[in-house]
């Protein structure tokens, strides 16, 4: 239990459905990310949020829509995706490492998307 | 842009032997650099923290050493076991909450 929590664990959609993901740490972080990671691919950073406002959006289409309401909580809304977006999405967290000297990443266990 | 390379990318050991996965990276302006290990179909856990002050982490069995100036981590396991088989990664913290990861090693430890 790394005190970051996702989920669903596993989804399958379709390419017209619209899904979201979630994921809440407990940890007292402020930074959280997406990070997609498919086969044979090295993990992907999707989004970065600190302190509830995005930092960093890495290139990502916009059938991905994340949103931090708060801290502790991170979504990641899915609409009209296609069959070349199944793969695991990992949720992180840490501290802000512009603030603090310890920046250790904790991650989910992950959600496993299948779009059929 | 940071890269960050890990070899090789996968390994196969008997039991018992002492091992070594490499790391380098581009951009030596790293925060830290932290070692992953991660289970098929699962999550990261974190195994090492090295900040970019320090020269060395351990952990049990797990040794992790950083050469920021040459862009260099390594990541030392003593006497492998069948249940260190897993896939290692190595990932640097730069400014801006970029943590950048490796393509792993792959390692399996056979009994």
């Known amino acids: 239990e790394t005190g970051v929590t996702q989920t669903p664990r596993h989804l399958v959609m379709g390419m017209t459905n619209k899904k979201s993901l979630k994921c809440e740490q407990h940890l007292g972080h402020n930074a959280m990310y997406w990070y997609k990671q498919s086969a044979k691919k090295p993990l992907e950073l999707m989004f970065v949020y600190n302190f509830k406002e995005q930092t960093e959006n890495n290139s990502v289409p916009s059938r991905f829509s994340p949103e931090c309401p708060n801290s502790s909580h991170l979504f990641l809304h899915l609409h009209t995706l296609q069959p070349e977006d199944s793969a695991l999405y990992l949720c992180?967290?840490?501290?802000?490492?512009?603030?603090?000297?310890?920046?250790?990443?904790?991650f989910g266990q992950g959600t496993r998307l299948t779009v059929v | 842009k940071q890269e960050v390379t890990q070899i090789p990318a996968a390994l196969s050991v008997p039991e018992g032997e002492n091992l070594v996965l490499n790391c380098s990276f581009t951009?030596?302006?790293?925060?830290?650099l932290q070692w992953f290990r991660q289970d098929p179909g699962k999550g990261l856990t974190s195994l090492l923290l090295?900040?970019?002050?320090?020269r060395e982490q351990t952990s049990g069995r797990l040794n992790a050493s950083l050469d920021k100036s040459s862009g260099r981590s390594t990541l030392y396991i003593a006497a492998s076991q069948p249940g260190d088989s897993a896939t290692y990664l190595c990932?640097?913290?730069?400014?801006?909450?970029?943590?950048?990861f490796g393509g792993g090693t792959r390692l399996m430890v056979k009994p």
């Open positions: 990932a640097v913290y730069n400014a801006g909450n970029m943590l950048t």
């Open positions: 992180a967290s840490s501290q802000d490492p512009t603030t603090a000297l310890n920046t250790e990443a904790f």
């Open positions: 090295i900040q970019s002050s320090q």
């Open positions: 951009d030596s302006a790293i925060y830290n």
